[in-house]
Nanobody
Framework: QVQLVESGGGLVQAGDSLRLSCAAS????????MGWFRQAPGKEREFVGA????????FYADAVKGRFTISRDNTKNTVYLQMNSLKPEDTAVYYC????????????????WGQGTQVTVSS
């Protein structure tokens, strides 16, 4: 099993930046695609972006493309989500998750999930 713990959330103003971390334990994540999802109050969980095991490429939802960047450090068993130019509509609980599929974009493709970290962006 893989245990995932997100950190780095908080309250920021529109236009600010924030970096989330997802630390894994239990086993290495070096063979997993790592994804980020978010869920706003009253809304369904949505895909934010993901990075395959090699880290050589990333893919994102249109809503965050150009503002968010995912990276990973397999030596630290950690994945990051750098969020720039934050908007109030980015307010949500952010989750990291792991998948065995390379191009995983749906929540059903992910097996292990963290507990989430709250990001609140004020206008």
């Amino acid at each position: 099993q893989v245990q995932l713990v997100e950190s780095g959330g908080g309250l920021v103003q529109a236009g600010d930046s924030l970096r989330l971390s997802c630390a894994a334990s239990g086993r290495t994540i070096s063979t997993y695609t790592m994804g980020w999802f978010r869920q706003a109050p009253g809304k369904e969980r949505e895909f934010v972006g993901a990075i395959p095991w090699s880290g050589s490429s990333t893919f994102y939802a249109d809503a965050v493309k150009g503002r968010f960047t995912i990276s990973r450090d397999n030596t630290k068993n950690t994945v990051y989500l750098q969020m720039n130019s934050l908007k109030p509509e980015d307010t949500a609980v952010y989750y990291c998750a792991s998948s065995l599929y390379v191009n995983a974009r749906t929540s059903t493709s992910y097996r292990y999930w963290g507990q989430g970290t709250q990001v609140t962006v004020s206008s």
